[in-house]
């Protein structure tokens, strides 16, 4: 069965960068783009950006460009989201969900970013 | 790119429907029909409802249906039930190869 399975919680400093991970399993990790999505408390789902399974190309938010980047390993069905230079309202659950066109039907647990100082 | 514009919350009595809009441009939900539906209860993931407008994956009561006209989705449940309270977000995929979610609408089944 498909899976994503996210690292573990984080606290970081403000101005560090975190880097998040996404391991799949149950399915061709190249044969699907995987999104990262981010919900700060109480507030609403925000897209952050996607790799695509294929070639690994990348498309991200404008609101995150040049502080996002995500990559993959392809050899560990792997995929990585760091975000940098941390600022209290990155404070949020991060999620990695699995693009199948139409919808997201699979998604990971989340994995809660703190940025405190 | 804005958020799509939902309203921020509905309620609705057991077995009463309830429509959620969700409201975007020509450049995402006018044009497009990978709009998406989910369902958010407190402290979980997302679980779709509703793909490409109107599609129910499978294991989705077909209580849930969804809709779209011009630049507008709507999301409706039908015979409501204590068990839909939850957060529901909209999403769309956009003309510039990205995507864009809705502000997010809570329903309260009163």
């Known amino acids: 069965q498909v899976q994503l399975v996210q690292s573990g919680a984080e606290v970081k400093k403000p101005g560090a960068s975190v880097k998040v991970s996404c391991k799949a399993s149950?399915?061709?990790?190249?044969?699907?783009?995987m999104h990262w999505v981010r919900q700060a408390p109480g507030q609403r789902l925000e897209w952050m950006g996607w790799?695509?399974?294929?070639?690994?190309?990348?498309k991200y938010s404008q609101k995150f460009q040049g502080r996002v980047t995500i990559t993959r390993d392809t050899s560990a069905s792997t995929a990585f989201m760091e975000l940098s230079s941390l600022r209290s309202e990155d404070t949020a659950v991060y999620y990695c969900?699995?693009?199948?066109?139409?919808?997201?039907?699979?998604w990971g647990q989340g994995t809660l970013v703190t940025v405190t100082s | 790119q804005s958020a799509l514009t939902q309203p921020p919350s509905v309620s609705g009595s057991p077995g009463q429907s309830v429509t959620i809009s969700c409201t975007g441009a020509s450049s995402d939900v006018g044009n497009y029909n990978r709009v998406s539906w989910y369902q958010q209860p407190p402290g979980t993931a997302p679980k779709l409802m509703i793909s490409e407008v109107s599609n129910r994956p499978s294991g989705v009561p077909d209580r849930f249906s969804g809709s779209k006209s011009g630049n507008t989705a709507s999301l409706t449940i039908s015979g409501l039930q204590a068990e839909d309270e939850a957060d529901y977000y909209c999403?769309?995929?956009?003309?510039?190869?990205?995507?864009?979610f809705g502000g997010g609408t809570k329903l309260t089944v009163l």
């Open positions: 149950g399915y061709k990790f190249t044969g699907y783009t």
């Open positions: 969900a699995r693009d199948e066109y139409s919808g997201f039907h699979y």
């Open positions: 999403s769309s995929y956009t003309s510039s190869s990205t995507l864009v």
């Open positions: 790799i695509a399974g294929g070639d690994g190309n990348t």
